[in-house]
């Protein structure tokens, strides 16, 4: 009896055994391009196993039970497709799979910006991508740099801070240049003194997709991301050599030439990007004043890649740029004899060398390591007056990545550090800062149920000037259907003060005193995003997306630039920490329609953003309130886009308690493709939209301007086009 009931046991444990050994791998890949689909998704209905694919676009389902099976392969921007398979099989087999797109084709949804492994779709932190054809284009209007591919997304603002050398930063939500935190492939690089020209020197020709995380993200990265982040994703090597050239001329007279190269070789990888960018300087107003200062840049960035296995990759590379850029008086820069000439030069030096390894490993688990150091070289000149200095930045990180496809952990240490030392005046003090950052983070998603999926993060920062922060965040996410999605998250944020403000770019940091420790505090955030996402089809033949998100983010203790007199004249500028808090409420709303070969998108933003200090309220500057965005495109996929593009600013306030005019800005883009070459035609601001047509850009004479604020392009209308190379 006894030996009865221990075979039948047996029995079932072997039964057990063999119902755990079921084993499908699926190969996805795209039905147009026959490129593997890295991050679909795979899931057995009815049960908690599932995988995401790996970068041979293979997905591995293990433990399969035994029966009738339905297994769901799906992809974002792909039609989903559904499997039903016997288990145990009769054979093992290896399926392959293609998807085709289905409403707008998105080529890339992993986002590295969030630190997980997970697709846009399936993150409960938002984030928007831009990417694929739509990030070419973009690229097209302004291939010098990345200034208009940002400005043109719903609820972000680059802001002017100079008017005659461009000088620009970027606002998320209403708030300043300085709560934004500006990546490149995950490394915090473009901050402090080089943050005033960070924008203008990134050519987007080697990005394959950029992310825009927006609200606190402080937990993901470290201070300095109150408002949000855009993390910036190069190109790596693929299995086919590549090879991108662009040339571009301006009605402006300008000129980009942008290169591209990417291959393997064995177990070797190579990028290497390249180029120059040329503006001479241009004043349409007839003004006198440069609105496009004269530049000329070049940029190098040489990157190796090597692959000891198929799970292991070390990347190594150095990005140079050298810029010259002097912006003034027109007269004087084309060489006449000028007494008492105004003229704002910036000459630029940066080198900066990265490091990192990647070991993915059988279990799904992977191992990161990341070092970047960056020297940047910077020389401001006016008249009488010179600031310069050098900024040595360091970021050094380790992050593992374990668990499993429903419940995903991210743990990691980090050591940042940003000194900047000022070349002597005889007139001021220094404002030298030497600030270090130790950090560890922990990162949580968990899919819960098919409906609910949760992100937890904790980050802990000790800062060498500003002491601890403890840094909490938490996302949700709620699939209640394929057409209905909702998140909901928030977090704590803070910034460690330093000197490099829009407010002291404004006035090239003359007589701007340093901040002192001993009676300044760090400024801390809370900010919370609720967003609701609904995809249908209208009348079966539209496809159509609604994006709602409300936001709300406080910052207590903001330092602000503040003048101090004596006799009446300004004699210096000083940080002040007034008691009190900014905040920016609102909404962006976006709308999408497809049908056929026609695309409408529609975007509005409402930044509702106030200053509070000593019981009174105040509407914060240059920050338009209403902002809408318009953009129709009619394209045939790789053959033609054409794209009729409108954008409304409202009102702003100003200094001295003055009010800017809105306006609207409208720009038409073209573009024919071939298999290896498209040609492209732009004109950028068709009405002419200027500040200077109605409204002062500066009081006083020409040859000491003293500039207002800068809420409206001063360039106009400029016409670019030139050819794209593709082999």
Do not use: C
């Not at 086919?240 to 402006?252: D, H, K, M, Q, V």
């Not at 259907?481 to 003359?510: C, H, N, V």
Request: hydrophobic letters at 35%; proline letters at 3%; zero cysteines.
């Amino acid at each position: 009896m006894i030996q009865k009931i221990f075979l039948l046991l047996g029995l079932v444990f072997i039964g057990l055994t063999a119902n755990a050994q079921n084993v499908l791998k699926i190969k996805v890949i795209d039905a147009e391009t026959d490129q593997p689909l890295y991050g679909a998704n795979a899931s057995i209905a009815g049960t908690t196993i599932g995988a995401t694919a790996n970068e041979e676009g293979v997905i591995t389902l293990e433990n399969i039970p035994n029966g009738i099976q339905i297994i769901k392969i799906s992809y974002v921007g792909f039609a989903t497709q559904e499997l039903s398979l016997e288990f145990p099989l009769a054979e093992e087999k290896f399926i392959r799979i293609e998807l085709a797109p289905e409403g707008e084709h998105m080529e890339e949804v992993i986002i590295s910006a969030t630190r997980s492994r997970r697709t846009i779709a399936d993150l409960p932190t938002r984030v928007e991508v831009i990417s694929g054809e739509e990030l070419g284009e973009k690229g097209n209007m302004k291939p010098g740099d990345i200034r208009m591919l940002l400005n043109e997304t719903t609820g972000i603002q680059t802001q002017q801070t100079s008017a005659t050398s461009y000088n620009s930063s970027i606002r998320i939500q209403g708030l300043d240049g300085k709560y934004t935190q500006l990546l490149k492939d995950g490394y915090p690089l473009y901050s402090g003194f080089s943050g005033g020209l960070s924008l203008l020197q990134i050519v987007p020709l080697d990005l394959q997709q950029v992310e825009v995380v927006k609200g606190a993200s402080s937990t993901l990265y470290g201070g300095g991301a109150i408002s949000g982040l855009v993390n910036l994703v190069s190109k790596t090597p693929g299995e086919e050599r590549e090879i991108n050239f662009l040339l571009n001329g301006t009605s402006a007279l300008g000129l980009d030439v942008s290169g591209f190269y990417s291959d393997t070789f064995g177990k070797f990888g190579t990028t290497v990007f390249a180029s120059y960018n040329y503006s001479d300087p241009y004043d349409p107003a007839d003004i006198g004043l440069t609105a496009i200062p004269e530049v000329n840049r070049v940029t190098i960035n040489p990157k190796l890649f090597y692959y000891p296995s198929k799970n292991a990759t070390l990347e190594l590379g150095v990005n140079t740029v050298i810029e010259e850029r002097t912006g003034g008086n027109m007269a004087f820069l084309e060489g006449d004899d000028v007494a008492d000439p105004y003229f704002e030069r910036n000459n630029t030096e940066r080198i900066t060398t990265r490091a990192g390894y990647t070991q993915l490993y059988d279990n799904g688990n992977s191992l990161m390591i990341k070092n970047s150091f960056s020297f940047f070289e910077r020389k401001i000149e006016i008249p009488d007056f010179t600031f310069s200095g050098d900024q040595l930045a360091s970021f050094s990180e380790v992050a593992y990545n374990f668990g499993s496809t429903h419940l995903e952990w991210v743990a990691g240490l980090n050591l940042v550090s940003d000194k900047f030392t000022q070349d002597p005046l005889e007139t001021s003090e220094v404002v030298d800062y030497n600030h270090i950052t130790y950090g560890a983070f922990l990162q949580n998603n968990w899919r819960i149920s098919n409906i609910f999926s949760l992100e937890s993060g904790l980050r802990t920062d000790y800062q060498n000037e500003y002491g601890w922060f403890v840094l909490p965040r938490l996302s949700a996410l709620l699939e209640f259907s394929d057409a209905w999605t909702m998140r909901l998250g928030g977090g704590l944020g803070y910034k460690t003060p330093t000197i490099f403000t829009e407010d002291a770019e404004r006035i090239q940091f003359r007589n701007v005193r340093p901040i002192n420790v001993s009676e300044t505090e760090a400024e801390r955030s809370i900010g919370a995003n609720f967003d609701i996402n609904y995809r249908t089809k209208l009348f079966e033949v539209i496809d159509f997306s609604l994006n709602t998100l409300f936001f709300y983010t406080r910052v207590n203790d903001p330092i602000m630039l503040s003048a101090a007199f004596s006799n009446g004249i300004n004699q210096h500028y000083v940080y002040t920490q007034p008691d009190g808090y900014l905040d920016t409420q609102g909404m962006e709303a976006n709308f999408r329609f497809k049908y056929g070969n026609f695309k409408l998108f529609t975007g509005y933003t409402l930044a509702d953003v106030n200053e509070h200090y000593f019981g009174e309220t105040y509407e914060a500057p240059l920050v338009a309130q209403h902002r809408l965005n318009n953009v129709l495109v009619y394209e045939i996929h790789e053959k033609l886009v054409i794209g009729l593009e409108g954008y409304y600013f409202g009102r702003q306030k100003l200094e001295g308690g003055m009010t800017g005019q809105d306006y609207w800005i409208f720009g038409l883009m073209t573009e024919k493709k071939w298999e290896n070459f498209s040609l492209f035609l732009n004109f950028e601001n068709f009405t002419d939209t200027r500040q200077t047509q109605f409204d002062d850009i500066y009081t006083g004479s020409i040859s000491d301007p003293q500039f207002r604020d800068i809420y409206a392009p001063v360039d106009g209308f400029v016409i670019n086009g030139g050819i794209k190379i593709n082999l």
